[in-house]
């Protein structure tokens, strides 16, 4: 095990450049067994999760080599089995989108139920709803989900709720079915938008991504033989931006698409950071306390429930009460009783955090909950005074490549170390 040691209090100075979203990355990696060629596949982050999922597709039978560690080259789709009933395959969440994408190829799968980061329930009936729309039968027992199919035939699929997982999921699971699919009410995140053009690049017909309503036109196969670039990594940049404005920093986020974040930016210049977007980069400086905000989560284009953990770093220092509502998940406030240990002035309401804001948070020692919540108390770590230990890093690698070193050209002190 390892943890972070940090010395706050030093405002973050300087240029940070942002990888590819991990969640574009980990939707597009099971795109790829709907390829029938080659592709190569650019700008993916290295991060454990993404590398996880490298293994999973190794261990199916498909021929990937890296090129660098951001960039791979898929050679052959082909799987030896559709059961994903391994070790690996369990333990990640995404393993799901291999229902889309086993399914869409072979018309058969198996897959166990996902797990992943505990934010309370974590149903899965709308990706269900969609694979039996398209005609495929699905059963779950033993925490094993199994879908078949003889054809899988386009229809219209109205989503209950706005889930980007079973948007990618019915995406995946479309491409190849006989006849036109709709998805409505689907996620418009950015990184369905990027799943939709790797997949037109390698031949699909979709169009809408983005919108409201995707219309997945299918088609008999995907040549590939292309290369794809994955978007840049919206919520990193975001949590850079927080960090930036805790420790009254001024910082430059680079290679990253501002409008993707457009509701950060809003609501931190609403708090009177300033913030200015200069292309495809964003200037963050804070040279006073922030003020408090209410904040509600909500999907794309809302503001991002995976920027709710860091935001309320920022609230915990602001000059005010702020509300911040989590309108995404049941239950996402695990990492507010390690905050409350450097000092914050926090408590849960229903879906709401009340948060008086402090003047200063003091060092402590904290457990990363999860992956968002572990990126929130490293940005604490670096806004309090004196030292903190930030232990469970295993969170924080799923999601975030080189952090320590980002945060270090920054002029962060932060040192990883071995827990013995
Ligand atoms: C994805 C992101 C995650 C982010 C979340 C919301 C990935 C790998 N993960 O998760 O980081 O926090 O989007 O932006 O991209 N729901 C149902 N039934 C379903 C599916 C979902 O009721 O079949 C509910 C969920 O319980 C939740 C809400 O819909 O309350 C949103 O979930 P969803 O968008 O599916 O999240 P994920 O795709 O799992």
């Not at 799987?79 to 291999?98: G, H, I, P, Q």
């Not at 879908?147 to 699929?157: C, E, P, Q, Y």
């Not at 998805?183 to 799943?195: F, S, Y």
Request: neutral net charge.
């Amino acid at each position: 095990m390892e943890k972070f040691i940090i010395n706050g209090g030093k405002p973050l100075k300087g240029e940070v450049n942002i990888c590819g979203a991990k969640n574009a990355a980990i939707a597009i990696l099971p795109a790829i067994l709907l390829v029938k060629g080659t592709c190569r596949i650019e700008n993916l982050p290295n991060i454990s999760d993404v590398k996880k999922y490298i293994e999973v597709l190794q261990e199916l039978g498909v021929k990937i080599t890296y090129e660098s560690p951001n960039e791979i080259f898929v050679e052959n789709t082909e799987v030896n089995s559709t059961k994903c009933l391994f070790e690996k395959c369990r333990k990640m969440r995404a393993s799901y989108y291999l229902l889309g994408s086993l399914l869409g190829r072979y018309k058969s799968v198996e897959v166990p139920f996902p797990g992943g980061c505990d934010f309370g329930t974590r149903p899965i009936d709308q990706h269900i709803k969609g694979f039996t729309a398209l005609n495929a039968q699905v059963t779950l027992e033993d925490g094993i989900i199994k879908a078949n199919a003889k054809k899988l035939v386009g229809t219209s699929i109205y989503l209950d709720v706005v889930s980007v997982g079973a948007t990618i999921n019915i995406l995946l699971a479309s491409v190849l079915a006989e006849g036109t699919t709709f998805i409505e009410n689907a996620a418009k995140e950015p990184h369905i938008v990027d799943l939709a053009n790797f997949l037109n690049a390698m031949g699909a017909n979709i169009k809408g991504a983005g919108t409201d309503t995707i219309k997945i036109q299918g088609v008999k196969e995907l040549p590939g033989n292309t290369a794809y670039s994955i978007i840049p990594d919206q919520i990193e940049a975001g949590t850079f931006m927080i960090a930036a404005a805790a420790t009254g920093g001024d910082v430059i986020v680079k290679n990253c698409i501002p409008k993707h974040l457009d509701s950060l930016t809003s609501k931190l210049i609403e708090m009177g950071i300033t913030v200015e977007e200069m292309g495809d980069s964003i200037h963050v400086k804070c040279d006073k306390r922030p003020q408090k905000a209410t904040i509600k989560t909500l999907p794309y284009p809302g503001f991002p429930t995976d920027m709710q953990p860091q935001m309320a770093v920022l609230l915990s220092i602001a000059n005010g009460t702020s509300i911040l509502t989590e309108g995404v998940w049941e239950n996402r406030f695990q990492y507010v009783s390690e905050l409350q240990k450097l000092g914050a002035n926090i408590r849960i309401e229903g879906r709401s955090a009340i948060i008086e804001g402090v003047k200063n948070l003091t060092g402590s020692f904290v457990n990363s909950p999860d992956l968002r919540g572990g990126a929130a108390l490293i940005i604490a770590g670096l806004a309090a005074k004196n030292v903190t230990e930030v232990y469970n890093l295993d969170h924080v690698d799923r999601g975030y490549e080189n952090f320590e070193q980002k945060l270090k050209n920054l002029g962060a002190k932060i040192e990883r170390v071995k827990v013995e």
